[in-house]
């Protein structure tokens, strides 16, 4: 803590308000836009496309640290427990990355909006499970809701649920591993970028000796597929910038406005995701979809009333007092 002294929530400008929540918006803005960004490269393997996001949103978040003068992050090496923590989370990461280039740009955007929007609800499951904490009667509600939605899917169209499991597992399980790790945010994003960056440049350097290993996530060229050799790599490039500046935007807007508003602004690039799906991309909404769907957004719906409600009674027993 710099031992400042904090301003009440009631002080702050409502101009700061504002600002925090266009970045935040911004944020999952670009967030929701990046399944047509990883469309433009899908003439080219997912697996490169990876190596190069990685080694590219470590250069940026690299640069980001210099340019806000927070470049002392190399100390984390001399401690072994930020070492395995990042490199675990890390790991969990670049699988994230690699299910959603890969899914996004080979027709499975759909299923890219359904595993994100059940990614609070896998955080409140990993909560009870790893973190021991109670669940309300309606956090449980909305938990067992999503399973018999995803238990559904699995039945009627259970292809595609890997990739509904694996972004919102992965993601969820990503966030827990940071929270128990307490590190400070930027060092740590920094840190770990420079693991996944050695990482990506080791894929690079192993599939210059193995051509064959980008093979093993074919390219699926569509129709907005880029094919120009310097438009591509300008695209590979930009994929660190585009990593690098969501996650700015949301550093800067956790610390202007509420959680709960943040937690609100999540749905807005899986909800941008589905509309691209379906009415861009072309990709047929089926019974599955909703029915899992439904019952996700059930639960999260449940879970705001409760929170709100929960709210509302502590406000009114603060002006009782």
């Known amino acids: 803590m710099s031992g400042e002294k904090q301003l009440p929530v009631s002080a702050i400008p409502a101009k700061t308000d504002r600002t925090g929540f266009l970045q935040g918006l911004f944020c999952y803005l670009l967030w929701g836009f990046m399944s047509l960004y990883w469309n433009l490269l899908s003439a080219v393997p997912a697996l490169e496309v990876l190596s190069w996001r990685m080694a590219w949103s470590a250069v940026f978040v690299i640069l980001l640290c210099v340019a806000v003068k927070r470049t002392r992050f190399l100390y984390l090496l001399k401690d072994p427990r930020a070492v395995r923590t990042f490199l675990a989370s890390g790991l969990v990461i670049t699988v994230n990355w690699g299910v959603y280039v890969w899914a996004a740009s080979t027709g499975h955007v759909l299923e890219t909006s359904v595993g994100y929007y059940l990614c609070p609800l896998c955080n409140i499951a990993l909560g009870m499970v790893v973190f021991r904490e109670r669940l309300t009667p309606m956090q449980l509600a909305a938990t067992v809701l999503a399973g018999i939605g995803v238990v559904f899917f699995l039945v009627v169209n259970g292809g595609d649920i890997w990739i509904v499991l694996a972004l919102a597992v992965s993601f969820s399980v990503y966030g827990a591993v940071k929270k128990r790790g307490g590190y400070p945010a930027l060092p740590g994003m920094a840190f770990e970028s420079l693991l996944t960056g050695v990482l990506g440049c080791v894929m690079l350097a192993a599939a210059a000796a193995f051509p064959w290993i980008w093979q093993l996530t074919p390219a699926v060229p569509n129709a907005i597929a880029v094919h120009d050799q310097g438009l591509l790599l300008a695209l590979l490039v930009g994929?660190?910038?585009?990593?690098?500046?969501?996650?700015?935007?949301?550093?800067?807007?956790?610390?202007?406005?509420?959680?709960?508003?943040?937690g609100f602004l999540q749905y807005v690039s899986p909800t941008m995701s589905l509309i691209l799906a379906v009415a861009f991309f072309g990709e047929e909404f089926t019974l599955a979809h909703g029915v899992c769907l439904g019952l996700i957004w059930v639960?999260?719906?449940?879970?705001?009333?409760?929170a709100a409600l929960r709210t509302r009674r502590a406000k009114q027993a603060e002006g009782t007092r």
């Open 299 to 306: 639960g999260i719906v449940a879970i705001a009333v409760e």
């Open 239 to 262: 994929s660190g910038v585009a990593t690098a500046v969501p996650l700015l935007l949301y550093s800067a807007a956790a610390n202007r406005i509420s959680m709960t508003m943040i």
